[in-house]
């Protein structure tokens, strides 16, 4: 269920993006992702997140530590946005949120 208003996820500062992503859930999360990346010029939604899932689940096995790496990889994908806006910034937060997700329940149907 959305409950988060799109509008104010994409107005409100930065530092307060993080408590408003914690409320949402997988569904969310995409919503909203989705709606942000469909108006960008470059790769779908769908090869974003797939890009954004290999830096997050490299092979080699090693996990980033850095979130600059998420953001650097999101700028790369749509390099046509101005980089004085943090609109790539919210879009990655809110993909690495479901990725979370996603990663999480495939570790919970691995212990099952």
């Given at each position: 269920?959305?409950?988060?208003?799109?509008?104010?996820?994409?107005?409100?500062?930065?530092?307060?993006l993080?408590?408003?992503?914690?409320?949402?859930?997988?569904e969310g999360c995409?919503?909203?992702?989705?709606?942000?990346?469909?108006?960008?010029?470059?790769?779908?939604y769908?090869?974003?997140?797939?890009?954004?899932?290999?830096v997050a689940m490299p092979l080699s096995g090693e996990t980033p530590c850095s979130?600059?790496?998420?953001?650097?990889?999101?700028?790369?994908?749509?390099p046509t946005v101005r980089s004085d806006s943090d609109l790539l910034s919210r879009l990655a937060i809110l993909s690495l949120r479901l990725i979370q997700f996603q990663i999480e329940k495939r570790l919970q149907s691995d212990k099952e």
């Open positions: 269920m959305i409950t988060t208003d799109h509008a104010k996820l994409l107005s409100c500062r930065i530092e307060e993080g408590s408003l992503t914690a409320s949402l859930d997988s995409a919503y909203h992702a989705r709606l942000i990346a469909d108006g960008l010029p470059g790769p779908t769908e090869q974003y997140i797939a890009e954004l899932f290999k979130a600059d790496l998420y953001c650097s990889k999101t700028r790369l994908l749509y």
